[in-house]
């Protein structure tokens, strides 16, 4: 790879990157609604599946963009709610963890 493509190619990246983080607060406000749902008691069958989904998708494209630490607070976020044998605190502890760390990418305090 030239010097140019490799520039061109960074310049790339860090666009994608931009972008990627300027959606994390839409992210961010997702999981914090369903998450509310889940303390309140609303339909969790359902809420374990849109919060298994977010976290998924969150693991991959975190991880992507060099946001490791929100990419293992997913990870966590996922397993916890796949595996069946975990309670649904379980994954609340987690999905906290990963509000926690997508608030802190996007310049925001944490508010439990």
């Not at 490791?68 to 975990?86: Q, V, Y």
Request: charge should be neutral; charged fraction near 30%.
């Amino acid at each position: 790879m030239t010097t140019a493509d490799r520039s061109t190619w960074n310049a790339l990246y860090d666009g994608l990157r931009t972008q990627y983080l300027q959606t994390l607060p839409i992210r961010l406000e997702e999981l914090e609604s369903a998450l509310e749902e889940v303390r309140t008691g609303a339909r969790r069958h359902d809420l374990r599946e849109r919060l298994t989904l977010h976290a998924h998708k969150m693991v991959g494209s975190d991880k992507t963009f060099g946001f490791d630490e929100i990419s293992r607070h997913a990870r966590r976020l996922e397993d916890a709610l796949l595996d069946n044998g975990n309670s649904i605190e379980e994954a609340v502890r987690h999905a906290a963890g990963l509000i926690a760390e997508c608030r802190k990418a996007v310049g925001l305090p944490y508010l439990r």
